[in-house]
């Protein structure tokens, strides 16, 4: 609670429209408000009225539970392959900062070949190998996101590693072990939690981009990226069926940045806020 008195307008707005995000997504697909997502329930491509808040698709299925499905694969898929980005980047990070040498010369060409491919190139090369779906989704977003993210660790890593309470403990003889979890790991998370914010954002984006193009996530199952793919198609005849998922693909987008910038301030005061 103390945080939440610190934190500024921005940064709590843009955590309650996480929680937001995530509590609409529950009430859709664990209590089944809405419907059930592949139900055809109505006439086809009916604007949005009283009974069918957001219209119909093509096939007369709402688009309220079929939003409330795709908000919760596409939060899922991007914070199951970021927690995975995390673990390998901080792993990746602190043998590269603190070891070095020629493991840490193996890991930054490893990360710098990576962060050379475009991002929608290596996403599609990763689906062309992996098949569409959504394996080839979470692989992808992990290699666009564990460059940066190692990068920015290993820079923390070498930072710690270089101060006199490490030094303090490598004389005295204390164990790497030791010190990874007394001393790097502690001064490393909050760097690690705001690299984190920033590749969830990444991560969705990603998903969305890869939906859209039709290498991630297949029908029936829906994602914003694949719903503003089913609903490009009739644009000019029911334009609700992209602005709906456009809309919530950027504020989600667009809370998770802001979020994690008051995070930052928090985490790292020294650092200035770029958003106010």
Not at 87 to 109: H, N, P, S
Request: with cysteine.
């Amino acid at each position: 609670m103390t945080w939440w008195r610190k934190a500024d307008w921005l940064t709590r707005s843009g955590l309650l429209c996480l929680v937001l995000l995530a509590l609409g997504t529950l009430a859709g697909t664990v209590l089944g408000i809405g419907g059930d997502p592949d139900e055809m329930v109505g006439p086809r491509l009916a604007p949005p009225n009283g009974e069918y808040l957001l219209g119909t698709d093509e096939l007369g299925r709402s688009m309220l539970p079929r939003l409330f499905e795709g908000i919760g694969t596409t939060l899922v898929l991007s914070a199951l392959a970021v927690l995975v980005t995390a673990v390998l980047a901080t792993l990746l990070g602190i043998a590269a900062g603190y070891r070095g040498g020629w493991l840490g010369e193996i890991v930054l060409r490893l990360v710098e070949v990576l962060h050379s491919f475009p991002v929608i190139v290596l996403a599609i090369l990763v689906a062309a190998v992996l098949g569409p779906g959504q394996t080839a989704t979470i692989c992808s977003i992990i290699l666009i996101t564990i460059p940066l993210m190692t990068r920015v660790v290993r820079a923390a890593a070498v930072s710690v590693s270089e101060r006199d309470y490490v030094t303090s403990a490598v004389i005295s003889g204390a164990r790497w072990p030791r010190i990874l979890s007394r001393h790097l790991l502690p001064n490393l998370s909050g760097t690690i939690a705001v690299q984190g914010t920033y590749a969830l954002s990444v991560g969705i984006l990603v998903e969305g981009g890869l939906s859209f193009l039709g290498f991630g996530v297949q029908p029936p199952q829906s994602s914003l990226g694949a719903l503003i793919q089913q609903g490009s198609i009739y644009l000019l005849a029911a334009p609700w069926l992209v602005i709906g998922p456009g809309i919530v693909l950027v504020l989600a987008i667009l809370a998770i940045n802001v979020f994690g910038d008051g995070l930052r301030d928090s985490l790292e005061p020294r650092e200035a806020r770029s958003l106010v």
